[in-house]
């Protein structure tokens, strides 16, 4: 039987981004994320687009761009295509995965840190995921893992490791969205791994709409260097009305 997922194809999310460090608090960018549907290597699958960009003003101090495509089966979102195409202040990466769950390996064409291009075979097990379809998969988790106290463990793939990732619970709270108001979510604390931006002794916060869409409505990120911001700026094409304002509106 097909897993229920809180979102379709058509669904479109936005966010602004700020960063903040210090006295210094500006929107400084934006990211954005759409979902297609489609009949991909033999399966019914959904193709997730993320792209993250910096403001032109702020290209010049910080150059942002994030290209972000997954391929996840519609049945039980399991990623079967990854692809990243990063500019972060001039360190550039990339990766293009291929998922072989019949050989149980990543099939992984990268080139990340002036190591060079790479081919490898990454070694994979069922419940993995990359970056995007880690989001997804979270958000499609029982409404009980949201409860205040529970913890998830995942694991995702990005250039040539998989990580653990550790999801601590906080319940529902509301957060007051900069031009949209005040918004329940359900508040998410994941372990950061470490690494040319991640301090790593702080904890990436996410929280989802507490409705049955689950969007992220706002995200902190700590940097080795202050820490950015992600808010919710517009969504559409959502799979169900958004319940989850404060004072009770729905659109």
């Known amino acids: ?17 700020m960063f903040k460090w210090g006295a210094f608090n500006t929107e400084v960018g934006y990211a954005r994320f759409g979902v297609d549907s489609l ?11 993320c792209k993250v960009q910096s403001a032109p003003f702020f290209d010049r101090f910080y150059k942002i761009r994030e290209d972000l495509q997954s391929w996840v089966r519609a049945q039980d979102l399991r990623p079967l295509r990854f692809t990243r195409n990063t500019y ?7 990766n293009d995965y291929n998922y072989n769950w019949d050989k149980g390996v990543i099939e992984a064409d990268i080139n990340f840190e002036n190591k060079g291009e790479q081919r490898l ?24 893992a949201y409860r205040m106290g529970q913890t998830t463990l995942v694991r995702f793939a990005i250039d040539d490791a998989v990580f653990d990732v550790h999801i601590r619970a906080y319940g529902e709270e509301v957060v007051k969205v ?12 994941c372990s950061v791994v470490q690494g040319a931006l991640f301090e790593g002794d702080e904890d990436l916060h996410l929280w989802l709409s507490a409705d049955a869409n689950r969007i992220p409505i706002a995200a902190k ?13 517009a969504y559409s094409g959502l799979k169900y009305p958004f319940e989850a304002y404060a004072d009770g509106r729905k659109r």
């Open 39 to 49: 009949f991909f290597r033999g399966n019914e699958a959904y193709h997730i687009d």
């Open 1 to 17: 039987m097909a897993q229920e997922h809180p979102f379709m194809e058509g669904e479109e999310v936005r966010w602004s981004i």
């Open 121 to 144: 075979e990454i070694p994979v097990k069922e419940g993995e995921f990359d970056l995007i379809s880690l989001v997804f998969n979270i958000r499609s988790l029982p409404e009980s």
């Open 178 to 189: 900069r031009k949209m108001g005040k918004i329940k979510g359900w508040h998410l604390a």
């Open 221 to 233: 990120v700590p940097l080795k260097v202050g820490a950015v911001q992600a808010w919710l700026s």
């Open 88 to 94: 972060e202040g001039g360190y550039t990466a990339t």
